[in-house]
Nanobody, 129 residues
Framework: QLQLVESGGGSVQPGGSLRLSCTAS????????MGWFRQAPGKAREAVAV???????KYSGDVKGRFTISLDNAKPSLYLQMNDLKPDGSAMYYC???????????????????????WGQGTQVSVSS
């Protein structure tokens, strides 16, 4: 099992920035296959930024150009820099990972499909004026 602990959530005004962190108990088998998901009340969980098994970043259409995912495997920690936050960005944000020798990641019509099975507890982000 891989333990994932998120931090960095909070309240911010529209247009503001936050940086989320996810500390992992160890590296994944690929060194990548990690990402950030979010779930707003009454909505389905969605992937916003993911590193595929080669370390290539994938972004959902909603956040592309505003969010940046990065990984420090020396720690190991995953980050999500969120700029120009919008009210619809209010949600619980989760760090997730796949700890096999490969992972499925696909982007179709601006949406990411990623089958990860290790999850953190989440950190809340609220965007409002």
């Amino acid at each position: 099992q891989l333990q994932l602990v998120e931090s960095g959530g909070g309240s911010v005004q529209p247009g503001g920035s936050l940086r989320l962190s996810c500390t992992a108990s160890r590296r994944t088998r690929t060194g990548y296959c990690m990402g950030w998901f979010r779930q707003a009340p009454g909505k389905a969980r969605e992937a916003v930024a993911v590193l595929d098994q080669d370390g290539n970043p994938k972004y959902s259409g909603d956040v592309k150009g505003r969010f940046t995912i990065s990984l420090d495997n020396a720690k190991p920690s995953l980050y999500l820099q969120m700029n120009d936050l919008k009210p619809d960005g209010s949600a619980m944000y989760y760090c997730a990972a796949e700890d096999k020798t490969w992972c499925f990641v696909m982007v179709l019509n601006g949406r990411i499909r990623a089958d990860f099975d290790q999850w953190g507890q989440g950190t809340q982000v609220s965007v409002s004026s």
